[in-house]
């Protein structure tokens, strides 16, 4: 069974680092393309940063120079770096995969940035 966990999360002043962790199982995350989407209230959600399974990476404008997406393929885990948070980035932050044709989403973090 597939599945994506979520942690990391939390509540931080502005200028300050978050680590979330995108926890996989029932599939090998450097197999296939990873993502981290972010849905603020009353808001789309929307692609922050995504690694392929050749560890090529993207970012949303918003992010480039402040977030990294890195994979720890022996953890089966990927990870989104956070730094220098801005307000504008709370969030519930999810990880998601396409795996066998089928799209799976975790159950989502919170980040909060305070101004």
């Known amino acids: 069974e597939v599945q994506l966990v979520e942690s990391g999360g939390g509540l931080v002043q502005a200028g300050g680092s978050l680590r979330l962790s995108c926890a996989a199982s029932g599939f090998t995350v450097d197999e296939y393309a990873i993502g981290w989407f972010r849905q603020a209230p009353g808001k789309e959600r929307e692609l922050v940063a995504g690694?392929?399974?050749?560890?090529?990476?993207n970012y949303v404008d918003s992010v480039k120079g402040r977030f990294t997406i890195s994979m720890d393929s022996a953890g089966n885990t990927v990870y989104l770096q956070m730094n220098s948070l801005k307000p504008e980035d709370t969030a519930v932050y999810y990880c998601?995969?396409?795996?066998?044709?089928?799209?799976?989403w975790g159950q989502g973090t919170q980040v909060t940035v305070s101004s």
């Open positions: 690694i392929t399974n050749g560890g090529s990476t």
């Open positions: 998601h995969a396409r795996v066998y044709a089928t799209n799976y």
